[in-house]
């Protein structure tokens, strides 16, 4: 008997642990990777985005597993779908100073 008891407590001890664990890293990492892959799933030509790597740009193509992003008048450059961190085209933007 003495044994169950200890186990008991050490089950009730690691339970609220593992359980905080799961909500605060596990769930919202799940939420994250739904909405990013939800993101590149709707992902369409004339769409501004931006890349992993930081670079901006145009979507011109829509391949299955690439996109072709325009960066500048004649250069299109082909990237993976996972490769585009955001998509910027419902944000305004400011005025560029010149």
């Known amino acids: 008997m003495p044994q169950q ?9 690691y339970l609220p642990i593992i359980a905080i664990f799961y909500f605060l890293i596990i769930r919202p990492q799940r939420q994250q990777q739904k ?6 799933d709707k992902l ?8 992993t790597s930081g670079i901006h740009g145009t ?4 391949k299955e597993k690439t996109v072709v992003v325009r960066v500048d008048e004649g250069c299109r ?5 996972e490769s585009i961190a ?4 419902g944000e ?7």
């Open 77 to 81: 450059i082909e990237f993976d779908r």
């Open 59 to 62: 979507v011109a193509i829509v």
């Open 5 to 13: 008891s200890g186990l008991t407590q050490i089950l009730f001890m």
């Open 35 to 40: 909405k990013t892959k939800e993101m590149l």
């Open 44 to 51: 369409k030509k004339n769409d501004e985005v931006i890349t």
């Open 86 to 89: 955001s998509v910027t085209s």
């Open 92 to 98: 305004v933007k400011p005025e560029v100073v010149k």
